[in-house]
């Protein structure tokens, strides 16, 4: 099973960028998926952005379409998260997650899970 390592998260103010990044060890397929998710203090935890490993194709939660990207870098093994813009409603912690097989936004269709990173946006 995949491990998964989140970094990059912090403290920030309204309208700046901030990227994450997820290192992933262990045998990563084709077939693997890729997601970020995030849960804010009281709320469940949500889906953010996907993308296939294969060819790259990307997904995203229309709350963050045109503000992140979503992107994997096959030979580092690791898929990054770029925010812009940020709001404070992006503060959260954020979760690396893979899966193996078709795209989801579901969250318990994920079965590798890292241990989260702080994004703290400030108005």
């Known amino acids: 099973q995949v491990q998964l390592v989140e970094s990059g998260g912090g403290l920030v103010q309204a309208g700046d960028s901030l990227r994450l990044s997820c290192a992933a060890s262990?045998?990563?397929?084709?077939?693997?998926?890729m997601g970020w998710f995030r849960q804010a203090p009281g709320k469940e935890r949500g889906f953010v952005a996907a993308?296939?490993?294969?060819?790259?194709?990307?997904y995203y939660a229309d709350s963050v379409k045109g503000r992140f990207t979503i992107s994997r870098d096959n030979a580092k093994n690791t898929v990054y998260l770029q925010m812009n813009s940020l709001k404070p409603e992006d503060t959260a912690v954020y979760y690396c997650a893979a899966k193996r097989g078709p795209v989801s936004d579901y969250e318990a269709d994920f079965g590798s899970w890292g241990q989260g990173t702080q994004v703290t946006v400030s108005s």
């Open positions: 993308v296939k490993w294969s060819n790259g194709g990307t």
């Open positions: 262990g045998p990563i397929f084709s077939n693997y998926v």
